[in-house]
């Protein structure tokens, strides 16, 4: 097992420093790329219909449907909803968005990602390249990567192990 104690010339320590999954990566891994975006005009009864529709977590609120202006989560309507009652549903959506967006792009890598969201307390992050948008990532899309990255890793192990 040549290297595998992880010194600077072995096998293993040369796979971890192959393994850094980019967000290109997991984009490529989702069943359609296409993010729902929506008017910051929009009333949040509207976005609310459009979640429950898609059955989906977030929009990005956009008024060239491109260049994120922000982002509105369920959490986002809820927490208005607690504060306001029913008659912020009548709001547009702007008045709740997250203003303050945290994005990356396609060629971050998924544990600073992953670092983001966590350290951020947030589930989704738009993806842009030059400005505009390219996709969008939730936490659980970060996740099942890395996990089935660690699978694999797991399976090389074993095969080096084992001598395959």
Same mark, same amino acid.
Request: with cysteine; net charge neutral.
């Given at each position: 097992?040549?290297?595998? +104690?992880? #010194?600077?010339?072995? #096998?293993?320590?040369?796979?971890?420093?192959?393994?850094?999954? $980019? !967000?290109?990566? /997991?984009?490529?891994?989702?069943?359609?790329?296409?993010?729902?975006?929506?008017?910051?005009?929009?009333?949040?009864?509207?976005?609310?219909?459009?979640?429950? *529709?898609?059955? =989906?977590?977030? $929009?990005? /609120?956009? @008024? #060239?449907?491109?260049?994120?202006?922000? /982002? $509105? &989560? *369920?959490?986002?309507? !809820?927490?208005?909803?607690?504060? &306001?009652? @029913?008659?912020?549903?009548?709001?547009?959506?702007? &008045?709740?968005?997250? %203003?303050?967006? !945290?994005?990356?792009?396609?060629?971050? %890598?998924?544990?600073?990602?992953?670092?983001?969201?966590?350290?951020? +307390?947030?589930?989704?992050?738009?993806?842009?390249? #030059?400005?505009?948008?390219?996709?969008?990532?939730?936490?659980?899309?970060? !996740?099942?990567?890395? $996990?089935?990255?660690?699978?694999?890793?797991?399976?090389?192990? *074993?095969?080096? =192990?084992?001598?395959?």
């Amino acid at each position: 097992m040549k290297g595998f +104690r992880g #010194d600077a010339g072995g #096998d293993f320590a040369l796979h971890q420093r192959r393994r850094q999954m $980019l !967000v290109s990566q /997991i984009l490529k891994t989702k069943p359609d790329g296409k993010v729902v975006t929506a008017k910051p005009g929009l009333a949040i009864s509207e976005a609310a219909a459009m979640l429950a *529709e898609k059955r =989906i977590g977030t $929009l990005v /609120i956009s @008024a #060239d449907g491109k260049t994120p202006d922000g /982002i $509105l &989560s *369920e959490r986002d309507i !809820v927490r208005e909803l607690g504060r &306001s009652g @029913a008659g912020c549903l009548q709001q547009a959506a702007e &008045s709740i968005m997250t %203003r303050k967006l !945290v994005t990356c792009s396609r060629d971050d %890598r998924s544990d600073a990602v992953l670092q983001q969201m966590t350290d951020g +307390r947030f589930r989704h992050m738009p993806v842009l390249e #030059d400005g505009e948008l390219v996709g969008l990532i939730s936490l659980g899309d970060v !996740v099942k990567a890395q $996990l089935q990255e660690l699978s694999m890793e797991k399976q090389a192990l *074993e095969g080096m =192990i084992m001598g395959h």
